[in-house]
């Protein structure tokens, strides 16, 4: 419902928050439910995904025109740049270790941090 209805408000909030920290170019862990809520967000945002990186669900992720392939978790390239979304909603710490020991932990974040800091700032 809340997305339904808000949906371009949570969009250029989504996006004003990730501009505003210079993050441009994601990559996301986790291909289920709440992944697949926020793609749409991030496409027509303007935020480009560089890479879709699960450890059980490989289908590829259709969004419009658009197909982003989803890679195995053990395929995380060490030179990896940008910002890993971890979208898992159970046993997020033990997401965020796990990817965080495929490259620098300082490059995971989790979707409900982000949530968090959007609402926190949004009542100052």
Known sequence: YILDNYQDTIKKSFAGYLEEKGINNISIYGNGTIAH???????DSGIKIKNIYDKVNYKPVKYGERIIEVCNIEDIQSNIEEIIINTVVNKNKDI???VSN????????????ILYEMVSTCHK
């Open 37 to 43: 809520m926020l793609f749409p967000l991030l496409l």
């Open 96 to 98: 965020a270790d796990m």
């Open 102 to 113: 495929y490259f620098d932990k300082k490059k995971v974040i989790s979707l409900f941090r």
